[in-house]
């Protein structure tokens, strides 16, 4: 399932992210992230998925399937939160 301008909206107000914290923990340009969120930017799949892993990190679930029930998110705290470990650090662990 991809990412959807309103579910990105939503997971950052669920973990409450500005798009410039989105931009931060991706790497991805602001503006493009803004564009996309107002429906005026197609993201390359690669960004897409880049923007989803992120979020799902960050402890937010992606629902929604093809019964008509809508696309949304939801709000979890994944393990390695709970445990105080933040994703960004577990990616700056990797940079080394």
């Given at each position: 399932?991809?990412?959807?301008?309103?579910?990105?909206?939503?997971?950052?107000?669920?973990?409450?992210?500005?798009?410039?914290?989105?931009?931060?923990?991706?790497?991805?340009?602001?503006?493009?992230?803004?564009?996309?969120?107002?429906?005026?930017?197609?993201?390359?799949?690669?960004?897409?998925?880049?923007?989803?892993?992120t979020f799902e990190m960050a402890g937010i679930e992606f629902i929604g399937d093809?019964?008509?029930?809508?696309?949304?998110?939801?709000?979890?705290?994944?393990?390695?939160?709970?445990?105080?470990?933040?994703?960004?650090?577990?990616?700056?662990?990797?940079?080394?």
């Amino acid at each position: 399932m991809q990412l959807a301008p309103a579910q990105c909206r939503a997971g950052r107000a669920l973990i409450g992210w500005t798009v410039d914290a989105l931009a931060t923990e991706t790497g991805l340009p602001r503006g493009r992230l803004a564009g996309f969120e107002d429906g005026k930017v197609v993201l390359p799949r690669e960004h897409l998925d880049l923007m989803r892993h992120t979020f799902e990190m960050a402890g937010i679930e992606f629902i929604g399937d093809a019964a008509g029930e809508g696309l949304g998110v939801k709000l979890r705290r994944p393990p390695i939160v709970q445990n105080g470990i933040r994703p960004q650090d577990l990616n700056a662990a990797n940079d080394d």
